[in-house]
C-alpha cells in the first residue's frame, strides 16, 4: 500500500494520469478505493493480468472499469487467443531486444508500440491493426544493442538504480537523457514511449525512485510530451503502428560502464544506431555503416514464444554491397545477395540534404535515411532517386 500511494502522490504532483497495473484478487481488495479514487478525481487507467476471476472480481468492484490491455510481463507464455476472448485489443509487456532476462526472449520484436501479428505476437500484422503490442518499458536503444544488457538502461528506475547501478543523481540525469532521445525521435514521427514502475519497490526505495521518476516526468513535459494512459495510447497507436518507422538513437555519455561490449561489440562509448521495423522486417544500423548488422525476418515467425527470439538473417547469407555508382538525381547500389531478403541501407545525412524519396524511404530524424527494399538471389542493382545525391557518403559500406 505505501508504494501505491507514493507512485499516485507523484503522479498528482507531475499533473498526469496514471495506469495502475493490477495482478492478483488480493492486490485488488488491498488498492480498490486508491484505484477508484483517482479515476474520478484524476482520470487514472487500470489494466488486468489475464485471469478470468480477476476480471470478473475487477468489474464487480470498480463498474467504469474497461479491460483494453492485457498485463503480460516476463516469465510465462502471452497467450493471446485468450487475451481476445477476455476483450483485450492489446497486451503490454514487450521486453525489447531481451534474450534471457526475466525468462523473456523478445529480441527480433519491433521496438516502441506496434500492430501485431494475434497468430504470432512478436511480429507485426501483414495489415490492420486489430491488435496492439506495448513495450514493457522504454530502452536506450543504443546501450542496449552494444552492451546486450537492455534491462539495466530503461525509464524502469528499478532497472537504473538496481542493474545499472547508477546513483540517484545519475539516474536522474539519466532519465532526462532518455526522455530527451526520444522526444527527439518524435519530432518527425508519433511514437509512445512507455515508462513503468512497480509500486513495492517504490515503497522499498522510495527517494530513489521518486528522484528518477519526478526527472523523467518533468522532463516529458518540457520537451512537450503528452502524457497519456495506457489505453489511450493504444487507440491512438492504432493510427501509427503499422506504418515503417525508423529512430535514431545517440549514445548518452558520462555514465560507469558496468556492461562492456559483447565479445562481437566494441566497449563504450559506443556509436550512434538506427532501429528500422516494417512489417515484414526488423533492422538495427550502427552510425558510420550503411548496411545493417543485424535483420529479422517477421515471415520466419510464425508463431512466437515467450522464450524464443525472432529468427535472424545468418552472416553468410548477408548481402554485400559491392559497389555504388551517382549521378546528379540518383544513386545506384550494386548488391550481390546470396538467397533472396528484404534488405536496406541506411544513410547518415540528414534527409533535407540529400532530397531523398520514393517507395522505401523513412526518415530517422535529422540523423538520416532508411530505405528499405527486396533483393533477389544474386547480382541486382537499387535505385535511389535523391535532389542531391552528391552529399550522400559511404566511408564505411560493409
Known sequence: MRGTLEMGALARSAGIPMTWMLGNLRQLATNRAVYDLNHRLFGDDLQIEPYDDLLAATRRALPWFRLTTTIDGGGHERTIEHDLAMGASGFWGIAWNSNGIDGNADRGAPWGTYCADARSYKRPAAMGCYLVGLEWTARDLTRAYFSDHEEAYSTDPDDLLQRAMLSEPEAARYARALV???????????????????????????????????????????????????????????????????????????????????????????????????????????????????????????????????????????????????????????????????????????????????????????????????????????????????????EASH
Open 180 to 394: 530527451d532521445a526520444y522526444a527527439t525521435a518524435g519530432e518527425t514521427q508519433p511514437l509512445v514511449m512507455m515508462a513503468q514502475q512497480e509500486s513495492a519497490g517504490a515503497g522499498a526505495d522510495p527517494f530513489g525512485s521518486w528522484a528518477v521518476l519526478s526527472a523523467l516526468y518533468s522532463q516529458a513535459r518540457r520537451s512537450g510530451m503528452k502524457a497519456t494512459t495506457m489505453s489511450a495510447a493504444l487507440q491512438q497507436a492504432r493510427s501509427f503502428g503499422g506504418a515503417p518507422r525508423a529512430v535514431a538513437f545517440p549514445y548518452i555519455a558520462g555514465l560507469p560502464n558496468m556492461y562492456q561490449g559483447t565479445p562481437l561489440q566494441p566497449p563504450a562509448p559506443y556509436p550512434a544506431t538506427i532501429d528500422y521495423a516494417d512489417r515484414q522486417v526488423a533492422m538495427t544500423f550502427v552510425a558510420g555503416r550503411t548496411l545493417p548488422v543485424r535483420v529479422f525476418h517477421f515471415d520466419a515467425a510464425t508463431a512466437s514464444q515467450w522464450d524464443r527470439p525472432i529468427p535472424s538473417l545468418a552472416p553468410l547469407e548477408f548481402p554485400t554491397l559491392i559497389n555504388v555508382a551517382r549521378d546528379a538525381t540518383s544513386l545506384i547500389l550494386h548488391f550481390h545477395a546470396p538467397v533472396t531478403t528484404r534488405f536496406g541501407v541506411a544513410l547518415w545525412t540528414d534527409p533535407a540534404t540529400l532530397g531523398l524519396n520514393g517507395p522505401g524511404v523513412v526518415r530517422a530524424g535529422r540523423a538520416g535515411t532508411v530505405v528499405a527494399f527486396d533483393l533477389a538471389a544474386g547480382e541486382s542493382d537499387v535505385t535511389l532517386r535523391c535532389a542531391h545525391c552528391a552529399d550522400a557518403v559511404f
